[in-house]
């Protein structure tokens, strides 16, 4: 158990976050690419749990797709906070819980991260396509699709 992530876009390197960018001003330095956006948004989210990382990497005027979700930064936190209050069981135990991220893929201005989500052990979970779009270093833009992942399948394949 645990995150395992793939970048899945031919030719796509990214072994090397620019860190830095994120700590330089924008006069000093271009924004950095999607592609490190994604990826360190990805790993403090998904892989460290940092659920400070939408305060960092959501712009003011973030809209949101989700029927979920209201828009704005505000929304994720009011929605996060909700999903708290109704389990605190299973989401304040992060021990419990796991998030394999298994494909990411980057084009563009945009990102998207196919991941399987379960609680506990017996959980099948769910698997989540979350799409982002970037501007300027920040998530301005997102959708999801959900899918709870079924007993049984009318193929002989995985949904990863």
């Known amino acids: ?64 797709h989700s029927p979920m979700i209201k828009d704005g930064p505000a929304g994720d936190k009011e929605f996060l906070e909700a999903r708290r209050k109704r389990d605190p069981k299973h989401y304040l135990a992060v021990d419990k819980w796991r998030d394999v991220i298994d494909h990411v893929l980057v084009d563009g201005d945009s990102f998207a991260v196919y991941h399987h989500v379960y609680t506990n052990p017996h959980d099948r979970g769910r698997v989540f396509l979350d799409i982002w779009r970037v501007k300027n270093g920040k998530l301005i833009e997102h959708w999801d699709v959900i899918q709870p992942v079924p007993v049984t399948s009318a193929n002989s394949n995985t949904m990863w």
């Open 1 to 64: 158990m645990g995150t395992n992530i793939r970048w899945a876009r031919k030719g796509l390197a990214v072994a090397v976050i620019a860190a830095t960018c994120w700590g330089v001003s924008s006069a000093q330095a271009a924004p950095p690419t999607t592609a490190e956006v994604a990826h360190a948004f990805i790993t403090a989210l998904f892989v460290n749990r940092d659920m400070s990382a939408n305060d960092r990497f959501l712009s003011k005027d973030f809209i949101q």
